[in-house]
């Protein structure tokens, strides 16, 4: 089964640091990748997405995709609480017979320290 | 513009019942999309609809059902409820395209379910 995995954490990280959330993913004909944050009791929202090799940067988030290696990454600089939150890695996917769906992973907690 | 309507929000069942869930995508947005939130599954996607035709369906069972309308709402009907059923259910709607899921998906609040 083609899958999307991310370090359930929690992640705790001090205000002002960087935050680096990790995803891999099994399908490698993925093209694109998405990071959602999750508010607790909330539902999910965009914050960045890339569908090209490299980093993508977005004022203090970062995207980097690696495609070899099947592994996309999301960098949070200067964090703040409220950047508190779950973060979920999405990954497009298609099955044999072309169909195409967004897949999620279970999504990283992310705690920053004041 | 107006975001994704879900409704309803919140709903108590008993097992054996059926539910039906209801979403409104934004306006232009022919994509609606269902998903499973659970605390130790994520989210899990039950089935897409693009201009009324299920595109694309996830690993649920057949008491899973979708469909969608020709202004693009989508319902979709759990029957013969279990207790593992409780869930979060999410509705998200974007652009789509001929080809798939395209874009960023927009999600809705959520229709929490439980059942006794």
């Known amino acids: 089964q083609k899958e999307v995995e991310q370090n359930s954490g929690p992640l705790s990280v001090p205000e002002g640091a960087i935050a680096s959330l990790n995803c891999t993913y099994s399908?490698?004909?993925?093209?694109?990748f998405f990071w959602y944050r999750q508010y607790s009791g909330k539902s999910p929202e965009l914050i960045m997405f890339?569908?090209?090799?490299g980093d993508k940067e977005d004022g203090r988030f970062t995207a980097q995709l690696n495609k070899a290696s099947q592994y996309v990454s999301l960098l949070i600089r200067d964090s703040q609480p409220s950047d508190s939150a779950t973060y979920l890695c999405?990954?497009?996917?298609?099955?044999?017979?072309?169909?195409?769906?967004?897949?999620f992973g279970t999504g990283t907690r992310l705690t920053i320290i004041p | 513009k107006a975001g994704v309507t879900q409704t309803p929000r919140y709903l108590i069942k008993t097992r054996g019942q059926q539910v039906t869930l209801s979403c409104s995508p934004i306006s232009g947005h022919r994509s609606v999309s269902w998903y499973q939130q659970t605390p130790g599954q994520g989210l899990q996607f039950l089935f897409e609809y693009f201009s009324e035709t299920q595109r694309n369906k996830g690993n649920f069972p057949g008491r899973f059902s979708g469909r969608q309308f020709s202004n693009s709402r989508s319902e979709m009907n759990v029957s013969t409820l279990e207790l593992g059923d409780s869930a979060l259910y999410l509705c998200?709607?974007?652009?789509?395209?001929?080809?798939?899921?395209?874009?960023?998906?927009?999600f809705g609040e959520g229709s929490r379910l439980t059942v006794l």
């Open positions: 399908d490698r004909g993925s093209q694109s």
């Open positions: 890339i569908y090209s090799n």
């Open positions: 999405a990954v497009n996917m298609f099955d044999d017979f072309g169909n195409e769906k967004l897949t």
């Open positions: 998200a709607s974007s652009l789509g395209g001929t080809s798939g899921i395209t874009g960023e998906l927009f």
